[in-house]
């Protein structure tokens, strides 16, 4: 029997998806499900504008998380455009050969905490071979119109449940909306028998 599925929507220029990671990949470890990363495309490279007084609040905020979480933040390279497509891209192709929580979790790190720049060959190359890739593996999925368009689909099923920030979990169509809310979601889980102790 199949395991019960939960969908992790994630945007890689989301700091609150960058906090998300650990504890939402560690969803698979604790609980008896099957954990689907499904990347999106940026709110700002879909049209969705996000005010200034906002940004400078969620970095303020994301800094006094990433403290309480034990986690590095603060030397930021902005992967808006080329860096977010090419960080979706070689997502998917790290879930086709099952290294998509390493990918995910040294690409976030990477670009929230160390400066890397995905856009270009030097930086994404850094951060594939960090997590376990082959670089040529890697490269390929930049020009694949596949992976490109399993990329899209994420995005527009994210639309189509009513959400359109991340980190979105869903679970028997039940949506937990922010890395703030994976204990809720963990509990429901745990309530529904699935924990794996």
């Known amino acids: 029997m199949a395991e019960p599925r939960v969908d992790y929507f994630y945007s890689f220029r989301s700091p609150y998806s960058y906090l998300s990671g650990p504890r939402g990949f560690a969803l698979a470890d604790n609980f008896q499900i099957d954990l689907r990363f499904r990347g999106v495309i940026p709110m700002m490279m879909r049209g969705e504008s996000v005010p200034t007084a906002k940004r400078l609040h969620t970095m303020r905020d994301v800094k006094r998380e ?4 034990g986690m590095p933040f603060g030397r930021i390279h902005d992967p808006l455009g080329e860096g977010a497509t090419r960080t979706l891209a070689v997502s998917e192709y790290a879930i086709d050969v099952g290294r998509v929580r390493e990918f995910v979790l040294t690409a976030a790190q ?12 030097e930086g994404l190359r850094l951060i594939c ?11 390929a999925a930049l020009s694949d119109p596949a992976i490109a368009d399993r990329v899209e689909a994420n995005t527009l099923e994210l639309t189509q449940i009513g959400h359109w920030g991340v980190p979105v979990f869903v679970f028997e169509g039940e949506q937990f909306w922010g890395q703030d809310r994976i204990d809720d979601l963990a509990l429901l889980l745990d309530d529904a028998g699935l924990s794996r102790h």
């Not at 990433?66 to 979480?69: G, I, K, N, S, T």
């Not at 929230?112 to 995905?118: K, Q, Y």
């Not at 071979?129 to 593996?137: M, Q, Y």
């Open 66 to 69: 990433a403290d309480r979480l």
């Open 129 to 139: 071979e960090k997590a376990g890739l082959e670089w040529e593996g890697c490269h």
């Open 110 to 121: 990477a670009i929230w905490a160390e400066a890397t720049d995905p856009a270009t060959d």
